[in-house]
């Protein structure tokens, strides 16, 4: 059930998430950002590498995601890696703090981007950690598809 999001400009990928993830659901949420801070992403800088997501509260909180402090913020720039709110319906908040605590899942960010409305966008997935015969597996997997390309051109 894969949706596909309205993703005009990509600012930053979590490409290591399918490495370490497997990805059960996607949803799209909000960002609470500062000024500066929406300029610093429509430069293009922003990281969301080491970056997750929690639910306390009632609410969805973005952590450890780096955006680095806008050239020409003066003082009144951001604080790079502050915690950041996002947002997304109640009915979603509690299906993805019921999958937290019952199934032991894990959010993971997976992209920055600005739809075609300008607004900027998390896609969050709800994922399960994969053990390391995973990882394997998706390594092979991996491998034989560009194989198959090779061998798809090569006798073509």
């Known amino acids: ?8 400009k990509v600012v930053a990928d979590n490409r290591r998430a399918h490495y370490d993830y497997a990805v059960e659901e996607r949803f799209e ?29 009632g ?10 402090e806008y050239s020409h913020g003066n003082r ?16 979603e908040i509690n299906k993805l703090f019921g ?10 960010p997976l992209s920055i981007y600005f739809n075609s409305d300008g ?3 998390v896609e969050l997935a709800l994922a399960r950690g994969k053990k390391a015969h995973d ?7 991996r491998d034989w598809k ?3 390309g090779r061998l798809l051109r090569k006798h073509g």
């Open 1 to 8: 059930m894969s949706k596909a999001f309205n993703k005009v």
């Open 29 to 57: 949420a909000g960002i609470e950002l500062k000024g500066t801070e929406v300029k610093a992403l429509r430069v293009g800088e922003g990281s969301i590498k080491e970056s997750y997501a929690t639910v306390e509260d």
């Open 59 to 68: 609410e969805v909180w973005l952590v450890n995601a780096s955006i680095p």
């Open 76 to 91: 009144m720039n951001h604080e790079p890696r502050r915690r950041r709110k996002l947002l997304l319906h109640a009915r």
């Open 99 to 108: 999958a937290i605590n019952r199934q032991g899942m894990t959010l993971v």
């Open 119 to 121: 607004r900027a966008k």
């Open 135 to 141: 990882k394997r597996a998706t390594i092979k997997e």
């Open 146 to 148: 560009r194989e198959q």
